[in-house]
């Protein structure tokens, strides 16, 4: 399996609210495992993996998650036995969880209240064994994800050179806020004037925009540069969480068959149908005229086959 990639496509889309001009970033199309942000990650993570020499990985997440698809399935490429810690409960079978059988990984299930302990045993059980584990945070988490994505921000700005144009706006899901920690510090680093805004599905504010300054202050100081930056320069924006992780609504389904019929995209209701259709209420409701934006894909390709009867529905 490659491990390497060059940038992935911008193109314009045929949205226009608001007099903008709409582009997106192709990251679902990153040619790793069906692409998106956990690719990005995964890319650095074993780098860093081989470079420590290590023969093992444990990460945490639920097998549906596009994250341990991912994990799982470069693990298999390269015969590296890959455990999973999953939280009992989140795990219905979906197209990632089915891919992750397949990719053999071990999957061990534990009540989301003893995660960190069974992380802790896991890794213990494998040193004992004689191997040496590496361990990959839930969703990629960590300064190597944030890296994942200061090298995103570098592609952008190769875009914008090549073509002579500015994005005012860059939008995305934002999750765990590592995607959007890496933006935010790609931005810093270049002293460049534009807003960075995460849509979250799930996590509110204050928690949400926190985990984001500690994210970019952690990547900061490691390649010690003094930025610092204030809580309020973090544009999480928790509006359109609907329930929480996993809800949505019949706006988000229409977003979803809009852009899948006029542009041939497809977004899932999880993550980039929702923050789409949640940057489309933000521009309206902030009165965002005549700018151009860019909206990353951050991917989830099986997930739009999940909720392809829902969508079907909705028409
Ligand atoms: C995990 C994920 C996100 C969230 O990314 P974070 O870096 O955790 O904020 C967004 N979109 C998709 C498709 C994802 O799988």
Redesign the pocket.
Known sequence: MTNHFEASPIHKMTESLNNNTFYIKRD?LIPISFG???AR?AVLFFEDLIKGKFDSIVTYGSSS???CRIIANIAAAKGIPCHIISPSGSNQSTANSKLVELFGSIVTLCPVSEVGITIKRKLDELKIQGYNPYFIQG???GDI?THA?VNAYHEILGYENSFGIHFDYIF?????????AGLVCGKLLNADEREIV?IS?ARKNPYGRQVILDSVNSYLMNLHKKKSIATEEIKFIDDYILEGYGSYNNKVLQTINEVLINDGIPL?T???GK?FWGMKEYIKKNNITDKRILFIH???TP?FFDNLEDLKNER
């Open positions: 679902d998106g942000n956990k990650k998650s596009n994250h969703g990629g988490h994800g994505y995305h899901t934002s999750g765990t806020g590592t995607t959007q995460g599905n899932d999880t993550y980039t923050a951050t991917g989830g997930l």
